[in-house]
């Protein structure tokens, strides 16, 4: 059933297996993947995710996963072999999946609300091992990586994707003061996409030190931490609070400080991702007297990932500075630690 392929591909390759919470990552021969349906696509692997969400399947678990697994869904590689059917690539061409691509046919899709689209789709085995196979509607909505452009930045369009359409969903505009809550990749992204969009002030909460630099760099303006209470901001945004307040960290601390310090008419994005039954008091008569607008954030509608590439292509947004380690395949056993270093914004593991 192949179109064309690479003259080799090797039998077996390596891939990070994991054998459950808590354990290490080990390095493993498998069998490598090889088009088995006409849409199929063999991808080697030069880039994949090792982010948060992963920190947390490897050492505590994921109730999507059972292990043994070899994990990531992040990839950016160079076709090595594709099925009869696929028209649009071809071997050797560099390319980067956006893992969540509509199915078109779900209830949610139905509904027009794709970035909920309940079908599940996976890469096989994983991104974290030297060849990965990808079948529709992955292999259709693959894009090729332009010269120019990094496979370490290529892997972060989906991650911009995201930022981007919480930007769209809370409406941050021209002349709006908007506040970022956390200071991590996510964040740094957004204050970017936020001043882009013509916001006059980003401000970005950082609680490491070291990141300050990182917010300027990104247009921001840093504010502590410990200073998140409605009367720092007001006095930093001329009494008033911000416009948006955009919760990146996850936690029920972080999102209670966004109700306090938004303004009146004012907009909560809810971004960072909290553990299930997490809950804060919310005094509801401020939501209802203040006209406090909530909205959750989570993936992003059809055209945004495109939208996202487009940005890193034409130079409109800077990633380089969150490609702040790699990690080879060998070295995975090392890969949690060095996601939680301090100084780590995104680890890019390289099979
Ligand atoms: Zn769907």
């Not at 969540?100 to 309940?118: I, T």
């Not at 004012?266 to 209802?288: E, K, R, W, Y």
């Not at 945004?304 to 890193?312: D, K």
Request: hydrophobic share 40%; with cysteine.
């Amino acid at each position: 059933m192949t179109g064309t392929a690479a003259p080799s591909l090797p039998s077996r390759m390596r891939a990070a297996v994991w054998r459950g919470p808590g354990r290490p990552l080990t390095v493993e021969e498998l069998p490598t993947p090889r088009v088995e349906e006409p849409g199929d696509v063999v991808i080697r692997v030069r880039a994949a995710m090792f982010g948060a969400a992963l920190v947390r399947a490897v050492t505590v678990g994921h109730p999507r996963l059972s292990p043994p697994a070899v994990l990531g869904t992040l990839v950016v590689g160079d076709i090595v072999e594709t099925g009869a059917a696929v028209q649009h690539l071809k071997p050797g061409q560099r390319v980067t999946l956006d893992p969540h691509p509509p199915c078109g046919h779900c209830d949610n899709c139905r509904d027009g609300l794709q970035a909920l689209c309940s079908t599940k789709i996976s890469i096989s085995p994983g991104a974290h091992a030297e060849y990965v196979r990808i079948r529709p509607p992955v292999a259709t909505h693959a894009r090729p990586v332009p010269p120019g452009v990094s496979a370490g930045e290529a892997l972060l369009t989906e991650i911009v994707a995201c930022v981007l359409d919480a930007t769209h969903t809370a409406g941050i505009g021209p002349g709006q003061d908007v506040l970022v809550i956390g200071c991590g990749p996510v964040g740094l992204i957004q204050v970017q996409l936020a001043r882009l969009r013509g916001a006059q002030r980003v401000f970005c909460s950082v609680n490491h030190p070291g990141r300050r630099h990182l917010v300027h760099q990104a247009g921001g303006i840093p504010v502590a931490a410990e200073d998140l209470s409605a009367e720092h901001m007001a006095v930093l945004t001329a009494g008033r609070g911000p416009h948006v307040v955009v919760e990146a960290v996850g936690s029920a601390a972080t999102y209670a400080s966004a109700f306090e310090v938004v303004r009146d008419g004012g907009t909560v994005v809810g971004f960072g991702g909290c553990p299930s039954g997490t809950t804060i008091p919310l005094d509801l008569n401020a939501v209802h007297y203040r006209r406090i607008r909530f909205v959750g954030s989570y993936h992003y509608a059809p055209g945004v990932f495109e939208e996202a590439a487009r940005l890193l292509e034409t130079g409109q947004i800077d990633l380089k500075s969150l490609l702040t380690h790699r990690i080879p395949l060998d070295r995975i056993a090392d890969a949690v630690a060095t996601a939680r270093r301090p100084d780590c914004l995104v680890p890019v593991v390289e099979p």
